[in-house]
Every structure is written in structure tokens, then in C-alpha cells.
């Protein structure tokens, strides 16, 4: 039998440091749509979902689209 990457989710929320909040959360969450991760976005949070690595990949790669335009913690 084939290893395959463990499924996970992962709960994350975007928060702006310098003021523009919705901006900052629609640039990231477009960031995330490019990866082609699966996600449920509510009002306060995101859950991803999918193989481990990719997940972890496609956070990193929504990170630093949004860290390059906006002072945020994620």
C-alpha cells in the first residue's frame, strides 16, 4: 500500500496591522482561491482542508501574497 500525505484542516484568520482590514482579508483569501485549496470562510475565520503538504504549501504561498502588500499576522 501506497503513503499517501495525511488529510488535515486548519482553522486560520487574517488580521490587519495597518488598517485595512478588508483589503488585506480579500487579497489573502484570493491568494488562498489560487492555490486551489478547498476552504469555508466565515465572518472571524477560514477552514482549510486537504493533503498536508498542500495545505501547508498553499497557506505559505497566501501568506506572502498578502504579507507583500499588507502588514498582517495570520
Keep these: 500500500m501506497d503513503k ?3 488529510l488535515i484542516s486548519v482553522q486560520i484568520s487574517v488580521y490587519a ?6 483589503e488585506a482579508v480579500h487579497c489573502y483569501l484570493d491568494a488562498l482561491d ?3 485549496l ?12 486537504g493533503e498536508a503538504n498542500q495545505v501547508w504549501a ?7 501574497a498578502v ?7 495570520v
Excluded at 42 to 49: A, D, E, I, L, Y
Excluded at 58 to 64: D, N
Aim: no cysteine; net charge negative; charged share 25%.
Design 4 to 6: 499517501t500525505d495525511p
Design 17 to 22: 496591522l495597518d488598517g485595512h482590514v478588508r
Design 34 to 36: 489560487a492555490t486551489g
Design 38 to 49: 478547498e476552504r469555508d470562510t466565515g465572518t472571524m475565520s477560514t477552514v482549510v482542508w
Design 58 to 64: 498553499g497557506l505559505r504561498s497566501a501568506y506572502e
Design 67 to 73: 504579507a507583500a502588500k499588507h502588514n498582517v499576522i
